[in-house]
């Protein structure tokens, strides 16, 4: 198959939002162990996205099985994929408000073995091994203070006043294109919610 045509089915086949079950993606929302703090309501990345966008608008004309590899084309439309996602509408009806989200880690800032500063996503391996997610489902998260045993990819809960403020960095990974930041107050690990027994 064509590497093209697969980047491409890959670009419109990722979430845009947390599933439970399902091992790549999100954990399943919950109330976080330790976590008692009801000022914080707790959100799914589905209300990250504007109701009205359509990632796949400007696409749906194209024939990409017609493109190859090498050719211009099909470089100038990942280059316009990119640009799509990188500039996904963000709701700044959420501006301000409390919040608590569940995600993965992608590092940004380090102090010796604590981590200051990472892009918070919805699903395992965004950012590193498959294309980024849009930028309205990449949380820029700035703790309040260092954060130890944080790695790559950790599963976490994230509370803290959420902002709408694009941010974009290059990493280690790739550039990393966020639509919201937290100035977090709470960083945990992720735990299962029980689950109840009939």
């Known amino acids: 198959m064509k590497r093209i045509l ?4 890959v670009f419109f086949a990722l979430p845009v939002s947390a599933q439970p079950g399902e091992s790549r993606k999100a954990p399943a929302a ?14 799914s990345w589905e209300a990250l996205v504007p ?13 990409l099985a017609a493109l190859d590899d090498g050719d211009r084309r099909a470089m100038k439309l990942l280059d316009m994929l990119k640009e799509e996602w990188d500039n996904a509408p963000i709701d700044p009806s959420l501006d301000g408000r409390k919040v608590k989200i569940p995600g993965f880690v992608v590092p940004l800032e380090e102090e010796g073995r604590a981590v200051t500063e990472f892009l918070l996503v919805p699903y395992f391996g965004a950012c590193i091994h498959v294309p980024p997610p849009p930028a309205n489902q990449i949380i820029h998260v700035i703790s309040a203070k260092p954060i130890k045993n944080l790695r790559v990819m950790d ?18 990974m790739g550039m990393g294109a966020a639509g919201y930041q937290i100035n977090s107050t709470v960083v945990i690990a992720y735990k299962e919610p029980a689950r109840r027994r009939h």
């Open 6 to 9: 697969v980047l491409l089915v």
């Open 30 to 43: 919950g109330v976080p162990a330790g976590v008692r703090d009801v000022s914080y309501k707790e959100i």
């Open 51 to 63: 109701k009205n966008w359509d990632p796949a608008k400007r696409f749906r004309n194209m024939d």
């Open 155 to 172: 599963a976490v809960w994230v509370s803290g006043e959420l902002k709408a403020a694009r941010y974009s960095k290059q990493t280690p």
